[in-house]
């Protein structure tokens, strides 16, 4: 009994720390994405108000804008995912909460499918990346490390998936009074 308790505080502290990971790269995408679209608009009225004597420009903006929003998104819902899931009270509202936890395991199976599924593509979209030179097309960023960044998010958000999976199956009855964060 005591080692089924350890290595569900060993999972549910797992699952704390790639959460932080993940809150930590969305934190820094949303802040990077604010900052280009800031100077991008700042320089676009400074550059009206002065009719043109002052024109500077954020090269690339758009495409910096719609990378850091995918990282921002795929972080967010890896560091999320255990709160964003919810089973629908129509039919689960008279179960008990441990068929509750379970049925939510396996809802978390199907999200864990999804991020090995989106980490598998992305790795492989890297790859032909990588072989063919492929770069993005205003800033002429390789698109390799774009996709593998992406495929690593990717991949965090099966991981704690899984881990939510485990959690909600196999330790569903224990887990209102043995919850480690």
């Not at 795929?74 to 255990?82: D, G, H, K, P, T």
């Not at 919810?86 to 509202?93: K, L, N, P, R």
């Not at 978390?108 to 980490?119: E, P």
Request: glycine letters at 8%; proline letters at 2%; one cysteine or more.
């Amino acid at each position: 009994m005591r080692s089924s308790f350890d290595f569900q505080h060993v999972l549910y502290r797992a699952s704390h720390w790639l959460a932080l990971i993940c809150r930590l790269v969305a934190g820094i995408a949303l802040i990077g994405l604010l900052a280009v679209t800031i100077a991008d608009v700042s320089t676009r009225y400074l550059s009206r108000v002065t009719e043109g004597a002052i024109a500077l420009r954020v090269s690339g903006s758009v495409e910096l804008v719609s990378y850091l929003m995918l990282f921002a998104l795929l972080a967010a819902m890896a560091a999320n995912v255990e709160k964003s899931q919810v089973v629908v009270e129509a039919f689960s509202h008279g179960l008990p909460k441990t068929i509750k936890n379970r049925l939510q395991g396996l809802f978390f199976l199907g999200f864990m499918a999804l991020g090995l599924i989106l980490f598998v593509g992305l790795l492989d979209s890297a790859a032909a990346a990588s072989r063919h030179g492929e770069i993005t097309q205003d800033l002429r960023m390789p698109m390799g490390p774009i996709y593998q960044l992406a495929a690593v998010l990717s991949l965090l958000l099966g991981i704690r998936s899984f881990i939510h999976a485990l959690l909600g199956v196999i330790y569903a009855a224990g887990e209102e009074t043995t919850h480690g964060e």
